[in-house]
């Protein structure tokens, strides 16, 4: 049998392995870690070229205690998904954007990064490598987390000598506790996630830990996530800690601009582009937190989330429900539109799937 996998010499044992499904049980997967079969790793100097990348077992990684990820925060991570087809191919969904958002990061964190093409060729085979772990359709997704940090020691405040790419993977079903049901958000109006010129923009790591304090509160409070909103104003949208916020208002659907403090989400941009496509109007715009009060519905997007439905936003106090039940119209039609495209059901015009 012909090996698929690049490093083939490094995977001797393991392609009869991915040919087949992993013994677990596929119903109800979360979302957490499945220690999966192999990933991948990449190493650069400062300033240098990313080159000879392999796939090895999954398993802990070795730094140094200086490194500078662990001293001073810099690294960046990435997440996409892979799709089983019902004839047993797998669909990546735009992982060229992913590569792309991370050179954009790294350029911001003083990071070295690896080339489009090199992200997208790794991504391809970790995943063709793992296989077996990509879920059977309509059981869930192969989650793909791409990494990229200063692995280099550093004491002084300084960009790391080293970087290391990595990507490793797990099988995932549904993001939030609520499976599909519709979220309640707690707006947010003390800590803030993201300020103008800092690095809200990007997918550095410090922007998830800067979150949990919030977010751990709000659960506490039977909450499913914060809604924050910007640290000037204290009046405009930002997004929820893990995904980007869509307002419906009759056939207009309104997300937060692109400005600095908001992530930009290939789920976020590929929902615009969809909804467009179904004759809605949508608008990038400054969204004040009042037309909160007035929405016909609210949903969150991002590559872990998809589409998920708003139930309730609390503000200061007030619970704004949304609908009966539920996902509300829109967000079921554009949720509908995108997990079909991404899983092979509908034609893919916008050419936005990679088929391994
Ligand atoms: C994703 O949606 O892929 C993310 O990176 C968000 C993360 C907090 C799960």
Known sequence: VKSPFKNAAVLSDSYSEASELADIEWDNLGFGLLPTDYMYMMKCSQGGNFSKGELQRFGNIELNPSAGVLNYGQGL???LKAYRK?????????????ALRMRQGAERMCMSAPTVDQFVEAVKETVLANKRWVPPPGKGSLYIRPLLM???AVLGL????EYTFLIY???????FKEGVAPINLIVEHELHRATPGGTGGVKTIGNYAAVLKAQSAAKAKGYSDVLYLDCVHKKYLEEVSSCNIFVVKGNVIS????KGTILPGITRKSIIDVARSQGFQVEERFVPVD??????????????????PVGSITYKGKRVP??????????????????RLQMGLIDDKMNWTVEL
């Open 77 to 79: 991570f990435e997440g």
């Open 86 to 98: 019902e004839d047993g191919n797998i669909l990546l969904f735009r992982p060229e954007e992913n």
């Open 150 to 152: 200063g692995s280099g």
């Open 158 to 161: 300084a960009p790391a000598p």
């Open 169 to 175: 993977v797990s099988p995932v079903g549904n993001y």
């Open 255 to 258: 997300t937060p601009a692109i």
């Open 291 to 308: 037309e909160l009060l007035d929405a016909d519905e609210v949903f969150c997007t991002g590559t872990a989330v998809v589409v998920s």
């Open 322 to 339: 949304y609908g009966v039940d539920g996902f509300g119209a829109v967000a079921q039609q554009l949720y509908s539109v995108l997990t």
